[in-house]
């Protein structure tokens, strides 16, 4: 909860960003995420068949989810946004997205959703980038067990397709009560599986016997009374009482299949099933592609600085000297840089500290046909004489009219090689460190670029 509470107050995850907040705001932040999670418990059961803590390896994947809606007023936008969302949602449990390096991979996600109006797309690289693939394949379920994410996302699945208990015909989709709660049930009891060949002292054969693929989900009543049948004589007894009923928890219809002497075999079949019914659904979910597109500036400001947004008040003129200053361009640059070299983010120019909107008149007056165009070409050329051409395709120039006054834009993504800036100092390396740009030395450079690039 208290990471929750940082998202919602701060839109970071590091608890240190909330140390010093102000008892009031506190206040109302939780009095907002109490909103939040009341919106999550009524979309989260009907939309992504998660009913409980009990169905996701880790509450931290809930996180993103808050931050998301502590920005968007407190609801997913479309019925487009939800399936995004829970797409997300899915692959980052499937993945492990936060069960190591959680601070860091929380703190560079809220960014991105700071960043983006609609972030799921984006998010979801991260994730390619963290494991290689979305897609889960037969062979990741080899051996694996209840304690293994895919075993919450089977029985997610599960749920999806409607599955029922095989012997009460109790739905598995909704809330039951103390009794109807859902257990996991050897398919293949153990006690028969010891008696033909695998030996419980094995380590290797305990995981063959006690696979996920050897897994089905019933109700508590159901489990506690079922008896150590063997898979031939009670599955067709199950679909012919509830017709559908096998296929729903994704069970090989081969009879065959289901005498023990075929178990391996059993396993392999039921892996490839499990592994399709999760693709075909995550497929499913994104089939209408997600508009891409920035926050707008207004909503930028109205979020405040962070360690992906930074506001200046001009790029070259000097409102307390009133005239061109020169060298307030590697101000700009500075952020540009390190924005390149951290996790990627915004630079708004023509807003002060504080929010406060100056827009880009005087700046105007200094560059060709005291345009917008001109201003972006200025601005370009900056870069380029500065810190490398090389880096323009990591930059997007946006406007917008705010107040009467036009604002600058520069969202900056992560470049692929590290960037120096070149300004009266020389080259130097620039990073992000929370809300500030920082210059580090050779040594710090040299660290920096072998955990982050080599």
Not at 15 to 43: C, M, P, Q, T
Not at 203 to 227: G, M, P, Q, W
Request: glycine share 6%.
């Amino acid at each position: 909860m208290t990471r929750a509470l940082t998202a919602v107050v701060t839109q970071r995850a590091l608890f240190e960003h909330i140390h010093k907040r102000e008892k009031d705001e506190l206040l109302e932040g939780w009095a907002k995420l109490i909103k939040i999670l009341d919106y999550l418990v009524s979309v989260l059961p009907t939309r992504a068949f998660i009913h409980s803590t009990d169905d996701v390896n880790t509450t931290n994947a809930f996180v993103p989810l808050v931050a998301y809606l502590a920005i968007n007023n407190i609801h997913f936008s479309d019925e487009a946004s939800i399936k995004q969302a829970t797409h997300w949602l899915y692959a980052a449990l499937m993945w492990s997205r936060y069960t190591a390096q959680t601070d860091q991979r929380l703190e560079r996600d809220l960014s991105l959703i700071v960043q983006h109006a609609s972030p799921w797309t984006v998010l979801r690289e991260q994730i390619v980038d963290q494991r290689g693939r979305i897609e889960v394949k037969a062979a990741d379920l080899e051996g694996r067990g209840t304690s293994h994410p895919l075993y919450r996302m089977t029985s997610v699945m599960t749920k999806t397709h409607g599955a029922i208990d095989w012997f009460n015909g109790a739905p598995l989709g909704t809330t039951h009560g103390k009794a109807y709660q859902l257990h996991s049930h050897h398919i293949f009891p153990t006690s028969v599986l010891y008696k033909n060949g695998f030996d419980p002292d094995n380590h290797l054969h305990r995981k063959v016997v006690n696979e996920i693929a050897n897994r089905a989900f019933l109700t508590a009543d159901s489990n506690i009374t079922l008896s150590n049948e063997v898979p031939e004589v009670y599955l067709p007894q199950v679909e012919e009482k509830y017709p559908g009923s096998l296929a729903m928890q994704f069970i090989p219809m081969d009879p065959d299949l289901w005498r023990v002497e075929r178990y391996t075999d059993f396993l392999q079949a039921r892996r490839e099933m499990i592994a399709r019914k999760i693709n075909e659904y995550m497929d499913a979910l994104i089939a209408e592609p997600e508009v891409m597109h920035e926050r707008s500036i207004s909503d930028l400001i109205k979020l405040g600085e962070g360690i992906t947004l930074e506001f200046k008040s001009t790029l070259q003129w000097d409102v307390i000297q009133n005239q061109i200053n020169k060298n307030l361009r590697y101000s700009c640059l500075k952020t540009i840089t390190a924005f390149l070299n951290s996790q990627g983010g915004t630079l708004i120019i023509g807003v002060e500290d504080d929010g406060n909107v100056l827009g880009l008149q005087r700046d105007l007056t200094l560059v060709k046909n005291k345009s917008l165009d001109g201003f972006e070409q200025t601005l370009m050329t900056f870069v380029s004489t500065h810190i490398g051409a090389e880096y323009a395709p990591y930059i997007a120039v946006r406007f917008e009219d705010l107040e009467g006054q036009q604002v600058c834009a520069v969202d900056v993504d992560k470049a692929a090689a590290p960037a120096f800036m070149t300004g009266n100092k020389g080259k130097e390396f620039f990073v992000r460190l929370g809300n500030t740009t920082r210059s580090l030395d050779a040594e710090e450079t040299h660290s920096y670029i072998q955990m982050n690039w080599e």
